[in-house]
């Protein structure tokens, strides 16, 4: 039998370590890394080539869905489940652009995150099917991707010329972004537009 060989990221430790040993106790299934953030599982994926990358989406340095869209466009032979407690469908549908295979949440009992990695790597897909329902029919996210990096960045309270720096953009544009993103949402400012984003899973 074949070893399924697994990167697991997620950035509280004792949630690592639990889910850590609950794979290691699968027979076909061994850990060959764990990353608290983002950017080192993306290090640990490069360097380990692993069959399946285990994701939480709210990490530091890099969320899980820019991290799942990184692993799709540079290690494709990776397949990709992410393991949240976001049972938002905007979530579901920006995991699923960004080529995960799994979507489970952190609620479902622990042997169905094994099974997941079994059947995601033998190329099926995973997705609790009640959220699958309300994915396709929840409103579509308007952001485009640089208005989500930027309204992002103003939700946690960086203020203009700090995002523009961030990023290497010019103030103006950062603004004219924020006026888009506000606009798009139907909010009265910044904050309570990445309110509503994140609410909906857009964030």
């Known amino acids: ?33 764990s990353a608290a953030n983002g950017r080192e599982a993306l290090t640990a994926v490069a360097q380990h080539k692993p069959d399946v990358l285990v994701t939480d989406i709210e990490m530091p340095e890099m969320t899980g869905l820019t991290l ?18 976001f049972a938002r469908p905007g979530y579901l549908r920006r995991a699923l652009d960004a080529g995960a295979r799994g979507y489970l949440l952190k609620e479902r009992p622990s042997a169905e995150l094994a099974e997941a990695v079994r059947r995601v790597h033998r190329g099926l897909r995973v997705i609790d099917p009640d959220l699958a329902t309300e994915a396709w029919q929840a409103d579509p996210d308007p952001l485009t991707e640089r208005e989500r990096q930027i309204l992002w960045r103003a939700g946690e309270g960086r203020t203009s010329q700090e995002i523009a720096d961030e990023l290497g953009l010019p103030d103006g544009t950062v603004r004219n972004y924020l006026s888009e993103s506000i606009g798009k ?19």
């Open 68 to 85: 799942a869209s990184e692993v799709r466009s540079r290690f494709p032979q990776t397949r990709i489940v992410i393991l949240t407690t």
């Open 185 to 203: 949402l139907g909010a009265g400012n910044r904050i309570e537009a990445a309110r509503l984003a994140r609410s909906k899973g857009w964030l």
């Open 1 to 33: 039998m074949k070893t399924i060989r697994v990167v697991l990221a997620e950035d509280q430790a004792m949630v690592r370590g639990a889910l850590a040993a609950l794979l290691e106790i699968e027979s076909d299934i061994a850990v060959c890394a």
